[in-house]
C-alpha cells in the first residue's frame, strides 16, 4: 500500500512539473509576442511593462534610434530553456529587408512576471534575396 501512495505521489509531482513548465514556457511566449509587437509600433512606454530594470536601460538607447529601428517581418521561438526563476529563449527573426537573424533573449521571472532582461543577437545569418522572398515565413 505504502508503494502504491509513493508512486501515486511521484506521478502527481511528474505532472504537476509538466505543466508548470508549459504555463511558464507559455507566459514566456507572450511576452516575446509583446515585445516585438511594441517594437514594432515603437512604444517604449508599454516596452518598459515586460522588462528588468537592466533591459530598460537598453530602451532609453534603442528609443534614440526612433524610425531607424528594423521592423520584424516575423519571429518564431525555437527553444526555451527555463531554469528557476530564468529562461533563456533562442527567437529566429525576420525584419522587412528580409534578414533572418537567430536572437537569445535572457528573461527573469519577477513577481510571477516573465521579464525581457538581456539579449544577444549573432549577425544576420541569412540574407533573403528577391528569388526567396516568398520563402521568408519561419
Known amino acids: ?52 530594470p537592466s533591459m530598460k536601460k537598453n530602451l532609453e538607447i534603442m528609443e534614440t534610434f526612433g524610425d531607424d529601428m528594423v521592423i520584424y517581418h516575423s519571429w518564431k521561438t525555437k527553444s526555451i530553456n527555463i531554469r528557476g526563476n530564468k529562461a533563456v529563449a533562442e527567437v529566429v527573426v525576420i525584419d522587412t529587408f528580409g534578414n533572418k537573424t537567430t536572437c537569445e533573449w535572457n528573461l527573469v521571472k519577477v513577481g510571477g512576471a516573465w521579464l525581457m532582461d538581456v539579449f544577444n543577437m549573432s549577425a544576420a545569418d541569412e540574407v ?4 526567396n522572398m516568398k520563402k521568408d515565413t519561419i
Do not use: P, Q
Open 1 to 52: 500500500m505504502k508503494r502504491v501512495i509513493f508512486v501515486l505521489l511521484a506521478v502527481l509531482l511528474c505532472l504537476a512539473g509538466c505543466s508548470s513548465e508549459r504555463h511558464n514556457e507559455k507566459a514566456i511566449n507572450e511576452t516575446l509576442e509583446l515585445f516585438y509587437k511594441y517594437i514594432n509600433k515603437r512604444d517604449f512606454k508599454s516596452l518598459t511593462t515586460i522588462c528588468s
Open 128 to 131: 533573403v534575396d528577391e528569388d
